[in-house]
């Protein structure tokens, strides 16, 4: 395996391709009119009279109840009877309405939000309650499978009007726990693997912005998650991450955002980009909701809620991926992030120390994830009755109309492309043949990472790692060790970061518990302005 790939690997050095979940600078987003027109307009015709006959006096509370408030809060509101789901459905609907023409995290509305908002609110004046979700509105990344009226796209022209069979596994949950499906999140266009010009971006809905400065990244691919949540679009969203694309958006867009670890959250129905290692995950604006959200959602039955401690960082070993970081990130900037994780560990009551670990030998992912590109991705596009069988095929099927289908470029699929050919010159497979390297390539990556994490704690004696935003995403989500970002406020210019903690396998309940400490320790995050120019 390391004989096939060792060409690509001094590709990957000297392409200027970065992570899927990597930050880059990305062109200045004024306004609407300054975007790409969506391919497909947001459709508020099945909510006008609801809209139209709420009122501005009572848009006011309930945005001050949501502001205010949490999943908890926001469901004990409604079992009060002070407010319901279908005006809770409303106020967002509303906002996506004011904002979502300039931020573009929405690529779709479901259409029947409100029937299942005024659905909840029957059940519960029948006394029927489906737990902490009942009535709260969620919307769901547009990688995740939903069926018709709504669509799955994963942001790509090509399946633009694909409604899958079922609803993913996930969605079924959601559902089964009363949650309103509010609609689809934007992403980065096939996961991040299209295009880096830049994250954030996709052909049906144009590229994100961020709530709190339209010149700061969005990051991806989760972006239109994170975007939503954190300005106040959705009370939770669902996002999916391969490697950076929960926590990244997370951090550059001032939420939570956390990686659960391998099959912690059922995969079947999601498109995939590396099924051995694509995860779920939950984004909110604390920790409190993530792991209310993942609770919901997971295989395991876990509550989380109930592992949550404000003292569970007090004379807790943490190893602060220091020189790593500085090494990724440099000083400029980096330096106050560092001070502001110092400083909240220091008041949560951590024993922090300064590890020297850069991970220098850590494996090369790219030259896995174009073959899940092409296995996976490419598969299941085939399998929705789209005209490829290779990722050539896509990549020529962009190229006969360009405006359309790929206006910022695929810089990824021409890179995987070239990728590929030379993974089949070495070792003598066509494209087409390619699972069972796949395979052996996915098995070799893991364990070589796994091993760096796990020699890293063991060495060192620490409960769980703490890293900045994205910076070790490629060791962490590639060993499938879970990961949380939480909000670190704004720097002097008022953009957003995040530190990101990351536990040993199964430990996703310890890392809620951690990282709520560390939240309610320091209260750093600052919400979004509105942005409606």
């Known amino acids: 395996m ?9 590709c990957c050095v000297f392409s200027a391709v970065l992570p899927i979940g990597c930050k880059r600078a990305e062109p200045l987003v004024e306004n609407e009119s300054s975007n790409l027109p969506r ?10 009279k609801a809209l139209a006959a709420i009122g501005k006096r009572r848009l006011a509370a309930v945005d001050r109840l949501v502001r205010k408030g949490d999943v908890a809060s926001v469901g004990a509101a409604m079992a009060k009877g002070d407010v319901s789901s279908e005006e809770l459905t409303v106020f967002f609907l509303d906002r996506i309405g004011q904002l979502d023409g ?10 029947r939000a409100l029937d299942e908002a005024r659905a909840m609110d029957k059940l519960r004046a029948a006394g029927t309650n489906l737990g902490p979700l009942h009535g709260i509105p969620v919307n769901l990344k547009d990688n995740i499978g939903t069926t018709s009226p709504m669509h799955t796209t994963v942001g790509a022209e090509i399946l633009l009007d694909h409604s899958p069979a079922a609803d993913a596994v996930l969605v079924k949950k959601l559902r089964a726990a009363g949650a309103v499906i509010l609609g689809k999140a934007s992403l980065s266009e096939l996961a991040g693997t299209l295009t880096t010009e830049p994250p954030g971006y996709n052909a049906i809905g144009g590229m994100g912005v961020n709530p709190y400065r339209a010149d700061l990244p969005v990051s991806g691919s989760s972006s239109g998650s994170a975007i939503s949540t954190s300005a106040f679009l959705s009370m939770v969203s669902v996002g999916t991450e391969t490697s950076g694309s929960l926590i990244s958006p997370g951090a550059s867009n001032g939420v939570v955002a956390m990686m659960p670890g391998p099959g912690v959250v059922s995969g079947e129905g999601i498109v995939p980009l590396i099924r051995f290692q694509d995860t779920a995950g939950p984004i909110a604006r604390s920790v409190r909701d993530a792991a209310l959200l993942l609770a919901v959602m997971d295989e395991t039955e876990t509550d989380y809620v109930a592992a949550l401690d404000a003292a569970a960082l007090e004379g807790v070993a943490v190893g602060v991926l220091r020189k790593g970081i500085l090494e990724n990130e440099g000083e400029d900037g980096t330096l106050f992030w560092l001070g502001r994780i110092d400083e909240g560990l220091e008041k949560a009551g951590a024993i922090a120390r300064d590890l020297d670990e850069t991970f220098a030998d850590k494996p090369a992912l790219l030259p896995v994830l174009f073959i899940g590109l092409s296995v996976d991705t ?3 596009l085939s399998a929705a009755g789209a005209p490829v069988k290779s990722l050539a095929d896509l990549r020529s099927y962009h190229l006969a109309d360009p405006v359309r289908r790929i206006p910022r470029g695929q810089n990824m699929v021409d890179l995987g492309v070239r990728m590929l050919e030379a993974i089949s010159q070495d070792s003598g497979l066509a494209e087409a043949e390619m699972a069972p390297l796949y395979e052996e390539a996915v098995r070799e990556v893991r364990a070589t990472a796994a091993a760096l994490l796990a020699s890293t704690f063991a060495k060192h004696e620490v409960e769980f790692l703490v890293s900045l935003a994205n910076t070790h995403s490629d060791v962490y989500a590639t060993a499938g060790y879970p990961a949380i970002t939480v909000p670190l406020g704004l720097d002097g210019e008022g953009a957003p970061n995040g530190v990101t903690f990351v536990a040993k396998p199964g430990e996703e309940a310890r890392l809620f518990a951690f990282s709520h400490a560390f939240e309610l320790a320091t209260g750093y995050r600052v919400a979004p302005p509105d942005r409606a120019e």
């Open 102 to 111: 300039n931020l573009r995290s929405y690529l779709e509305l479901n259409p």
């Open 39 to 48: 391919l497909r307009e947001l459709d508020f015709a099945p909510f006008e």
């Open 2 to 10: 390391r004989a096939v790939f060792r060409s690509l690997i001094l």
């Open 378 to 380: 490419v598969g299941y």
